[in-house]
C-alpha cells in the first residue's frame, strides 16, 4: 500500500512553460514534505520542502504548494528549462518536520522539449 | 568538502554469495540510510540507523542487514544474494533537526546472476 503517490510516471512539457508535478499522499501523520531530484547515473538531490504549517514554499523557479484536506502536494517550475529534464521523486516525514526518515514516490519523469 | 560516498558503484555477483557495500560519509551526520530503487516502486527504505550501534528495519529489510560501529559508516550485507536483490542501492545521511534534509550517495549498481 503505496502512501505516497504520483500517479504521473511521465510529463513532457516545452522550454518556457510551467511543469507541474503532482504527489498525493494517505497517511495523516506526514508533517514534511520534499521534492528530489535525480538525474541517471547519479544519487538523488534535494530541491524544495515544505513543512504541514505553511501551504507554499518558493525558491527561485520552483514552487511547492501543499493542500492538507486533500493530502496533495505540487511542484511548479516556472519557466521550465531543458535542464530541468530528469525524474522527480515527492517523499513525505512524520517524524515532527525533521527529514529523519522518508516515504518516496515512486518518481515523474519530467522531459523539458526546447 | 563534506561527503557520503558508496563502493563498490557496480558489481556483478552470483546467487547464494555473501554481499557487502559500503557507505561513509564525512558530514558527522547521527542519520544514516540505505535504501533501493526499483522501476515502479521509487525508493524504498531498507535499513536506518540513528547513532552508533543503533539499527532498524525498514520497509524491505529481508536478506539484509547492517551495522554502525562508527559515525561514519554503514555498510549494507546481503547475506545470500537473490536475483530480486538485482538493484540500485542508495545510501544517505541526514543530521537531527527541523526542516533539514537528506542527502544521497551516487548508488551502487548491484547485478545478481
Known amino acids: 500500500d503505496q502512501q505516497v503517490k504520483q500517479n504521473s510516471p511521465s510529463l513532457s512539457v516545452q522550454e518556457g512553460r510551467i511543469s507541474i508535478l503532482n504527489c498525493d499522499y494517505t497517511n495523516s501523520m506526514f508533517d514534511y514534505f520534499l521534492w528530489y531530484k535525480k538525474y541517471p547515473a547519479e544519487g538523488p538531490t534535494f530541491l524544495i520542502s515544505?513543512?504541514?504549517?505553511?501551504d507554499k514554499n518558493e525558491d527561485g523557479r520552483f514552487t511547492v504548494f501543499l493542500n492538507k484536506s486533500a493530502k496533495h502536494l505540487s511542484l511548479h517550475i516556472v519557466p521550465s528549462q531543458p535542464g530541468d529534464s530528469a525524474v522527480y521523486f515527492c517523499?513525505?516525514?512524520?517524524?515532527?518536520?525533521?527529514?529523519?526518515?522518508?516515504?518516496f514516490g515512486s518518481g515523474t519523469q519530467l522531459t523539458v522539449l526546447p | 568538502d563534506a561527503e557520503i560516498t558508496q563502493s563498490p558503484r557496480h558489481k556483478i555477483t552470483e546467487t547464494g554469495r555473501q554481499v557487502t557495500l559500503a557507505c561513509h560519509q564525512t558530514w558527522n551526520h547521527n542519520n544514516m540510510f540505505w535504501y533501493r530503487q526499483d522501476l515502479g516502486h521509487g525508493l524504498r527504505l531498507i535499513h536506518y540507523s540513528y547513532g552508533v550501534q543503533d539499527t532498524n528495519k525498514g520497509e524491505v529489510s529481508d536478506g539484509y542487514s547492517v551495522s554502525r560501529s562508527n559515525t561514519e559508516d554503514l555498510p549494507l550485507t546481503l547475506e545470500s544474494a537473490a536475483s530480486s536483490q538485482t538493484s540500485v542501492y542508495f545510501c544517505?545521511?541526514?543530521?537531527?533537526?527541523?526542516?533539514?534534509?537528506?542527502?544521497f550517495g551516487e548508488g551502487s549498481w548491484l547485478t545478481v546472476v
Open positions: 515544505i513543512s504541514s504549517i505553511k
Open positions: 517523499a513525505a516525514s512524520a517524524s515532527r518536520g525533521s527529514a529523519r526518515q522518508l516515504t
Open positions: 544517505a545521511s541526514s543530521s537531527d533537526g527541523f526542516g533539514n534534509t537528506i542527502y
